[in-house]
């Protein structure tokens, strides 16, 4: 318990609370010693005069007893130290003698501040658990490309005679995804990519550009040596005629491009490529798994304006102590496309099911199954309440300050109040940024989006609601930034046991550790998840335990 502090002004405090103890127990032992006392004292002559006055005169002995106890105040009063409430231990005090004391305003605040700092660092040392870091088992980042390939960059970087051009389409995230297979499969042509054309995305109006999200310049430093990359086409391919791709199939490998498009790009000299989206195949050569690293690891860092207000963010987050990032795909959006309904009431699941009716052609695969069957399939994103009971069943405290990342949830703060009543340390970027911070971001959703990876990538705990590609994306990066804490909701186990209302409580706790034992961000080895891609798991082919094994 903490201290009040010794204010210039204690003395004057203290003898609020005095008075009526000390008058009380002085008033009564006077009176009791002078009512068992006359017979006594009146057998002594010096008491003479004491004793016939007072058999005479009732006031004498009033004026006595008065002037008695007011003594025996006064000598109390002298010996004050002793009886002062505040104690040296002021933690042994009731809470009544405690608040019957003027304390100011300022100590009653800081009391109340340290009880819930206590409070906070107890569940701290109970759910200690739950910032625990998974082993890495020695896997660190490793890039050590073949001599075949080191050769074969002289000739691929002084090419001056083909060209890539690509259009990519979605949100940040998912550009980014197709910007790291542009550079791939420039590679496997040998052409000079010049800087991908970032389509206006038709959902959020964002028309930021390449060099507004990323860094051009280290961008182009860290490929030097792999591909070529210039900002525009050269004067001598500006009346080219392109070859134009809208649409590459589903996992082609490097033979197929190359026998698709080598022979006509070294005719026409350009190359444009849209729709890229999980185009390449994700099993690929190893050096080129290991561009893939390369580029989204390293050559893709965030714009200077970007990189310097998310590490702000980040780092007030972190002033505070260790956080976990919530990534929740709440948005009406997701809902729909999904198909799934938010569980907030009838009339929001109306709203959902009735746009998804006037835009069929949202919804995304696998529309014969009902909601229920996509619920329990794992197919819909946790909501509030669900992403509320997961991290309390995996130890999360009440005092875990939480940062969450995703756009405006369908049904805005209601939507929230699982969570929000639960965990009150909770924020997102409005709530950090100082005023002024985020207008250089307005409207620009796929700037605002890499604020949300930065400050999601640095947390100590990582768990989205939904997959998606931001969601894999920081799954990879913290597996290669040394395999930190990320959560991987096991939704087709869990759910059920969510339904459920007769388990209790320690059960259902025990029951969902369990099934998140292995999915805490542990190493996973790519080669036992065959079509998945290497920038989402990493190990083997992109980190290794062998300290021989060059980097880049």
Known sequence: MARPKNHSNNTKLAYISVPSQIISSASSNSLQSLLL??????????????????????????????????????????????????SPNPCAQSQSQFTSSKISVTDQNSYLVSSIDRIDEEDDVVDENFWEQPDGLGYRPCLGFTPEYKSSSIEVVKDRTKYLLVVVSGGMNQQRNQIVDAVVIARILGAALV????????????????????????????????????????????????????????????????????????????LLLRGLDSRLSKDLPSDLQKLRCKVAFHALRFSPPVLELGNKLAERMRSKGPYVALHLRMEKDVWVRTGCL???????????????????????????????????????????????????????????????????????????????????HFYNKDDLALPGELEPFANKASLLAALDYIVSEDSDVFMPSHGGNMGHAI???????????????????????????????????????????????????????????????????????????ESF
């Open 37 to 86: 006392s006359p017979k006594k004292s009146s057998k002594h002559s010096s008491n003479r005069l004491f004793s016939s006055t007072g058999r005479t005169n009732p006031r004498f002995w009033f004026f006595l007893l008065f002037f008695l106890s007011f003594f025996g105040m006064l000598m109390m009063w002298l010996n004050l130290d002793v009886l002062v409430p505040f």
């Open 195 to 270: 800087v991908p054309i970032l389509q206006v995305n038709v959902i959020w109006g964002d028309e930021s550009e390449f060099s507004d999200i990323f860094d051009l310049e280290h961008f182009k430093k860290v490929l030097a040596d792999d591909v070529r990359i210039v900002s525009s086409l050269p004067s001598t391919h500006m009346m080219s005629r392109p070859v134009e791709e809208k649409r590459t199939p589903l996992h082609v490998s490097p033979q197929w491009i190359r026998a698709r498009y080598l022979k006509r790009l070294h005719r026409e000299g350009v």
């Open 342 to 424: 938010p569980g907030l009431s009838h009339e929001y699941d109306e709203i959902v099911h009735n746009e998804r009716k006037l835009r069929p052609e949202l919804l995304t695969a696998r529309s014969n199954m009902t909601y229920h069957d996509r619920k329990l399939a794992g197919l819909c994103p946790l909501n509030a309440l669900e992403v509320t009971r997961l991290l309390k069943a995996l130890g999360a405290p009440r005092s875990a300050r939480i940062y969450w990342a995703g756009g405006q949830p369908f049904g805005g703060k209601e939507a929230m109040l699982p969570l929000t009543n639960e965990f009150s």
């Open 475 to 549: 799954q990879g990066h913290r597996a290669y930034a040394g395999h930190k804490k990320h959560i991987t909701p096991n939704k087709r186990q869990m759910l059920p046991y969510f339904l459920n209302s007769s388990l209790p409580e320690p059960e259902f706790k025990r029951i969902i550790r369990e099934l998140h034992r292995e999915s805490l961000g542990q190493p996973e080895l790519r080669t036992s998840k065959q079509g998945r891609d290497v920038t989402k798991y990493p190990v083997a082919e992109c980190m290794c335990t062998d300290s021989k094994t």
